[in-house]
């Protein structure tokens, strides 16, 4: 029986809902996000009600526990063309809808998937994977300022090694990478787009055989039109002390520096946790990215201690520091869908996204 759970900032654990392992769906292997009517939306990689095959679930929760299977994935393609047992987790677009993508089924060659399901359930297939040759295989998606979606697939492409993809809300996909293992090779994590708009990633394997024939993986920089540069290449520190095959992506924190890990390497070859530093300024971030005209939002930083001032897209804010890294501020009304700034005695402090005003 797998659970659905909140814990609070002291620790005190509450169980909001249980799956059934069947109709409900089973074993979720990604996050959690919460959509701008605040309710939470993830994937199953197992269980549905389709035809009583367990072939995965998208589903909705809200924050005090109600359930809804909002799609069953099926398993008779091309009969049922919207993939299987999606693992990744949804991200929701510009347009209220949510995408997300299913992994390829070996046995019976059913291909990898994009798809698009609206908050109420209906879903539509964006891209079969395949379409282009060699295969692709299973993908994670980043939704970028432009509106578009960018992803990665862990293999195909051009030279096996896996590959960065965009594709419109309307389905429209394009190659913007192949890796070539000198460059990296297997990228099974997200991308993230950082402030300075380029997209920051991680790959399994290539870059060098140190580590055997798979290579040691890498950290790499690509822009919207597929300039990639490669940034760091692991098993660089003798003993690979620096980490070694990184299988999570990064994340930009508010001092303007990426962290990840990675699962092998360091002084006892059982990982290592690490920062990146390519000289982006440090920015704010809101918790959630959206809200309503008087709802209460945090926001995220460093060195908030002796700020002035918090607008919502020029509307200033009643607000309150409650520690350096965190400040409660209140929607203001007036306030628009924009960007948060936050003046501090070092200067101005600008969100890493839009925030939106619902």
């Known amino acids: 029986m797998v659970r659905f759970s909140k814990i609070t900032p002291n620790g005190t654990l509450t169980t909001l809902q249980e799956f059934d392992s069947f109709t409900d769906g089973s074993l979720p292997l990604a996050g959690l996000i919460q959509a701008a009517n605040g309710n939470f939306y993830g994937t199953t990689p197992f269980g549905g009600t389709t035809l009583g095959i367990n072939f995965g679930t998208v589903f909705t929760i809200t924050p005090t526990g109600t359930l809804k299977t909002l799609y069953s994935f099926c398993f008779n393609y091309p009969t049922c063309n919207a993939g299987t047992s999606p693992q990744a987790g949804l991200i929701q677009g510009n347009d209220g809808n949510f995408y997300g993508t299913t992994t390829r089924l070996v046995t019976g060659n059913y291909p990898a998937t994009i798809f698009k399901i609206t908050p109420g359930g209906t879903l539509d297939t964006l891209y079969s994977f395949c379409a282009q040759q060699p295969c692709a295989d299973g993908a994670w998606l980043a939704l970028a300022n432009d509106g578009n979606l960018y992803g990665t697939t862990e293999l195909g492409g051009e030279y096996g090694y896996g590959t960065v993809f965009k594709i419109t809300p309307t389905g429209t996909f394009t190659t913007l990478h192949n890796f070539g293992y000198t460059d990296g090779a297997y990228p099974i994590a997200a991308l993230v787009q950082a402030t300075d708009g380029n997209f920051y ?35 660089s520190q003798a003993n690979c002390a620096d980490g070694l095959s990184p299988s999570s992506g990064l994340i930009q924190a508010t001092d303007g520096n990426f962290y990840g890990a990675t699962p092998f390497g360091g002084t006892e070859n059982d990982g290592t946790v690490f920062e990146l530093s390519v000289g982006l300024g440090p920015f704010v971030k809101t918790l959630p990215a959206s809200g309503k005209v008087r709802s209460a939002v945090k926001i995220l930083g460093t060195n908030l201690t002796g ?15 409650v520690r350096p890294s965190l400040i409660t501020a209140t929607v203001p009304t007036g306030a628009t869908t ?21």
């Open 201 to 235: 990633g991680t790959t399994m394997g290539g870059s060098g055989t140190a580590c055997g024939s798979d290579g040691c993986g890498t950290l790499f920089r690509i822009t919207s039109s597929g300039t990639l540069d490669t940034l760091y290449r692991f098993c």
């Open 307 to 321: 700020a002035t001032n918090v607008t919502f897209n020029g509307v200033a804010a009643a607000f309150t520091i």
């Open 338 to 358: 924009g960007t948060v700034q936050v003046v501090t005695p070092t200067g101005t402090l600008s969100s890493n996204v839009v925030f939106r005003v619902r």
